[in-house]
């Protein structure tokens, strides 16, 4: 049986997130904005569907998938592009890779005891964030 993602995360550290939107062309304001934000994960895991929400006061973004099922991403919020998304399981650790513009784009997720690891990569830049499960 895979991890256990389900509950709401705060996150508690976001290492390099703006070299990661540089790469992604989002212009400077936004990025600005963007870096100094708390943001919430809302993660509802049923077997291999997910339903996540990433909350911020500037901007949410929601993606709904299962496990192993290619799918068109509208990342609207994000850098706005469509990409074709997939994400399938490497042990406890969900993998997605995004193909589009960009390449070398997509993210991994795992958790470690109380925390929630996210590493975002695009081209040749790679962000790290750490969330903490709420109570």
């Known amino acids: 049986m895979p991890a256990d993602y389900n509950g709401r995360w705060e996150m508690v550290s976001n290492e390099n997130f703006e070299e990661v939107m540089k790469a992604l062309d989002i212009d400077f304001a936004t990025r600005k904005i963007a870096s100094h934000l708390h943001?919430?994960?809302?993660?509802?895991?049923?077997?291999?569907?997910?339903e996540t929400k990433t909350l911020s006061t500037f901007r949410n973004y929601e993606v709904n998938f299962t496990v192993g099922?290619?799918?068109?991403e509208h990342t609207k919020g994000l850098d706005n592009r469509k990409v074709k998304t997939m994400v399938?399981?490497?042990g406890d650790k969900l993998v997605c890779?995004?193909?589009?513009?960009?390449?070398?784009?997509g993210w991994t997720h795992w958790i470690e005891g109380d925390m929630l690891h996210l590493e975002i990569t695009v081209l040749d830049?790679?962000?790290?964030?750490?969330?903490?499960?709420?109570q």
């Open 88 to 90: 399938t399981w490497d």
């Open 125 to 134: 830049k790679v962000c790290h964030q750490v969330f903490k499960k709420g």
């Open 39 to 50: 943001q919430t994960k809302v993660i509802v895991q049923t077997g291999d569907k997910f």
């Open 69 to 72: 099922e290619e799918f068109e």
């Open 97 to 105: 890779v995004q193909k589009g513009e960009k390449e070398n784009r």
